[in-house]
């Protein structure tokens, strides 16, 4: 076990018990890192504040707002991570401290204001001559981890929601018009994907390529093997067909799902309506998947201005079609829709009996839609 010299610092003893009772139960690892903090606090008030000796003395200004800064100017630079990792354990010790030597005040020395945020990793859609080629080498390829990758190019699923995809994963709403049913996500939610004659033609290729033994397998990606197995192999098909075309750069399969995201942008699709397709719960989700560009900015502005918003006239109720099937996924899709719609309105209206009520009749729809998913198909 490492052993540092002592500081001679009149708070080292205290500090060194409340480190010692927070890290009983962790890893050395973890215990060391917590005398590294409070070592680093006391260095600092020794020659910053060496009137410093009693716990009662300790102040937010200037004693622990000088020591934030003195990381913060640290040379060479510390890394976010390891700010952030000092001040939360500070902060623990300075707590225990507070209960122990009944001192409350030093319960707000610190505060989650001043943990540093992780750095934001930026949308990472793939460039349009790197998504070009690996799509021809995947359509090259073929096989059926291939045609599952562009299946995931084209809907803009997550990797484990195209491996858990069932069997009758697509249905049909009318002519050339059908939708993929994405199972429980990483959100644990479900939604409707629409999609169009390409990515039925990669279903049906996907179920031509299963194994003539696995017709008893509800899934389109045959079980033969674990899921994370699956994962991994996907993933590897994927990091093969970057190699064969020649990108040297690191790419995941998760890029796809960005570029699909900057592609629906680009075509036109609302955030209201990306949000439903990659099956986020929140806008601010669904924004750090686009790559927006001062040529889409150009784009929408003049289109805005072409199309003045005191021109447009209000939308009405599209009244039901002789096309419209009177079939169980079309009243899914419904029911759907009409769900998105109440929790829009829940969002917009203030706390009150009437958000109440519709968060309610939103939950009950919720339930129905579950029971209504769990139903064999209905034969018309």
């Avoid at 009318?174 to 990515?199: N, Q, S």
């Avoid at 021109?311 to 039901?320: E, G, N, Q, T």
């Amino acid at each position: 076990m490492r052993h540092h010299r002592p500081l001679h610092h009149p708070l080292e003893a205290l500090f060194a018990r409340s480190a010692q009772s927070l890290t009983t139960a962790l890893s050395e690892g973890t215990r060391r890192v917590y005398e590294g903090t409070f070592r680093s606090f006391l260095r600092y008030l020794a020659v910053h504040h060496p009137e410093v000796s009693r716990l009662k003395q300790l102040q937010r200004e200037p004693h622990l707002l000088g020591w934030l800064a003195d990381l913060r100017s640290h040379t060479p630079p510390l890394a976010r991570i390891t700010i952030a990792i000092r001040v939360t354990f500070l902060h623990r010790m300075l707590e225990d401290l507070a209960w122990n030597e009944q001192i409350p005040t030093l319960t707000h020395l610190l505060s989650r204001a001043d943990v540093p945020r992780r750095e934001e990793t930026s949308p990472r859609p793939l460039l349009p001559e790197q998504d070009q080629l690996i799509q021809g080498e995947l359509q090259r390829r073929d096989d059926f981890l291939s045609n599952l990758l562009l299946l995931q190019r084209h809907t803009g699923m997550r990797i484990g929601e195209c491996v858990d995809l069932a069997l009758d994963c697509l249905f049909p709403l009318g002519p050339d018009l059908w939708a993929i049913h994405v199972p429980l996500g990483k959100l644990k939610t479900e939604r409707w994907v629409p999609v169009d004659a390409a990515v039925h033609r990669i279903v049906e290729r996907l179920r031509t390529l299963r194994s003539p033994t696995a017709t008893s397998d509800p899934f389109l990606l045959p079980r033969n093997r674990a899921r994370e197995t699956l994962i991994r192999r996907v993933r590897a098909v994927f990091r093969d067909a970057v190699a064969a075309v020649g990108i040297t750069g690191r790419l995941v399969p998760h890029q796809n799902r960005h570029t699909y995201a900057t592609e629906m942008l680009r075509s036109g699709v609302g955030l209201p309506a990306l949000m439903q397709l990659l099956g986020h719960a929140s806008p601010e989700m669904t924004l750090q998947y686009l790559k927006i560009t001062q040529p889409d900015l150009q784009r929408e502005y003049h289109q805005a201005l072409s199309h003045p918003r005191h021109l447009i006239p209000s939308p009405r109720a599209l009244p039901m079609t002789p096309s419209t099937r009177a079939d169980l996924p079309t009243l899914l899709l419904a029911m759907d829709a009409a769900q998105y719609i109440l929790q829009i309105i829940c969002r917009t209206l203030p706390d009150g009996s009437h958000r109440r009520l519709l968060a309610r009749m939103s939950r009950r729809l919720a339930k129905i839609l579950t029971q209504l998913r769990g139903l064999p198909p209905i034969q018309n």
